[in-house]
């Protein structure tokens, strides 16, 4: 299993970026897939998730400003970031839960892609 994530870059604050992930595997669109974000010197922590029996749900954090979608004939995730903050910065990884439900710990999660860089300048 594979995911790889894109979209990320540098952009100013209250400006917007898309996120993709893509699965090397179709049958991962029946399970949870999420985004995490992990800011230098501080611990990976949950963005949004989406799972077979419901969602998205997002962090506090994010909720108004982030929107998590699905394109399951691509087998592709996206996260929709608008008005971002400088707080907002951060490598952004994507994964897979190969079983239903969010959970908010990232050691619930067995597939990762290997991240994509976001820097938002104030």
């Known amino acids: 299993v594979q995911l790889q994530a894109s979209g990320g870059g540098l952009v100013q604050a209250g400006g917007s970026l898309r996120l993709s992930c893509a699965a090397s595997?179709?049958?991962?669109?029946?399970?949870?897939r999420a985004w995490f974000r992990q800011a230098p010197g501080k611990e990976r922590i949950f963005v949004a998730a989406?799972?077979?029996?419901?969602?998205?749900y997002y962090a506090d954090t994010v909720k108004g400003r982030f929107t998590l979608s699905r394109d399951g004939a691509k087998n592709t995730m996206y996260l929709q970031m608008n008005s971002l903050k400088p707080e907002d910065t951060a490598v952004y990884y994507c994964a897979v839960r190969i079983r239903d439900g969010v959970y908010y710990a990232a050691t619930e999660y067995n597939y990762w892609g290997q991240g994509t860089l976001v820097t938002v300048s104030s």
């Open positions: 595997e179709r049958t991962l669109s029946r399970y949870t």
């Open positions: 989406i799972s077979w029996s419901g969602g998205p």
